[in-house]
T-cell receptor, first 114, second 114 residues
Framework: AQKITQTQPGMFVQEKEAVTLDCTYD???????LFWYKQPSSGEMIFLIY??????QNATEGRYSLNFQKARKSANLVISASQLGDSAMYFC???????????FGQGTILTVHP | NAGVTQTPKFRVLKTGQSMTLLCAQD?????MYWYRQDPGMGLRLIHY???????AKGEVPDGYNVSRLKKQNFLLGLESAAPSQTSVYFC?????????????FGPGTRLTVL
């Protein structure tokens, strides 16, 4: 069984600063993928970034980067130069070998202050 | 190209009533999923489908039924609604089983059962 843990119910950051959202995972699969989704107050789920378990380099997508530490089973999301529009709920999720299903964490609410 | 659409967007039911939520995707995806989102619990998989005519149970299937008669549509049914089924329901679709299984989400349906 897979499990995703996000231990930060809420995070606050000042505009233009960087912030790290924590995610730890547990799985018995040898191959797996790690995802981050953003859910703004409007409710839609927006894909941000992906990291494969065999990828040697950390994934980056614009201001988003994924700090992947396989030995520690962590996949933290780093947002650089925070913007007011980054205020949202953020979900960490993982895939494995079971029909593409995603297992989600509980989410972290990020609030960006001006 | 509408992506993933869900109808209705909002619905209020009385305990014991039945309803069907419709999900449609125009990306020719094989895999489709139904999730529910509850506060503090992230997204939990209800049922999923790996192709037309096939369905399988997810993490929280009790009280729900699904059908996938056409590849582009995935229906979620509540035969006798209960207050515990008050939630936001998301449909998602994806290409397939690879661990890089980005799921594309619909806008969600907010269901209240009185």
């Amino acid at each position: 069984a897979q499990k995703i843990t996000q231990t930060q119910p809420g995070m606050f950051v000042q505009e233009k600063e960087a912030v790290t959202l924590d995610c730890t995972y547990d799985t018995s699969d040898q191959s797996y993928g790690l995802f981050w989704y953003k859910q703004p107050s409007s409710g839609e789920m927006i894909f941000l970034i992906y990291q494969g378990s065999y990828d040697e380099q950390n994934a980056t997508e614009g201001r988003y980067s994924l700090n992947f530490q396989k030995a520690r089973k962590s996949a933290n999301l780093v947002i650089s130069a925070s913007q007011l529009g980054d205020s949202a709920m953020y979900f960490c999720a993982m895939s494995g070998t079971s029909y593409g299903k995603l297992t989600f964490g509980q989410g972290t609410i990020l609030t960006v202050h001006p | 190209n509408a992506g993933v659409t869900q109808t209705p967007k909002f619905r209020v039911l009385k305990t014991g009533q039945s309803m069907t939520l419709l999900c449609a995707q125009d990306m020719n995806h094989e895999y489709m999923y139904w999730y529910r989102q509850d506060p503090g619990m992230g997204l939990r998989l209800i049922h999923y489908s790996v192709g037309e005519g096939t369905t399988a149970k997810g993490e929280v299937p009790d009280g729900y039924n699904v059908s996938r008669l056409k590849k582009q549509n995935f229906l979620l049914g509540l035969e006798s609604a209960a207050p515990s089924q008050t939630s936001v329901y998301f449909c998602a679709s994806s290409y397939g089983v690879d661990i890089y299984n980005e799921q594309f989400f619909g806008p969600g349906t907010r269901l209240t059962v009185l």
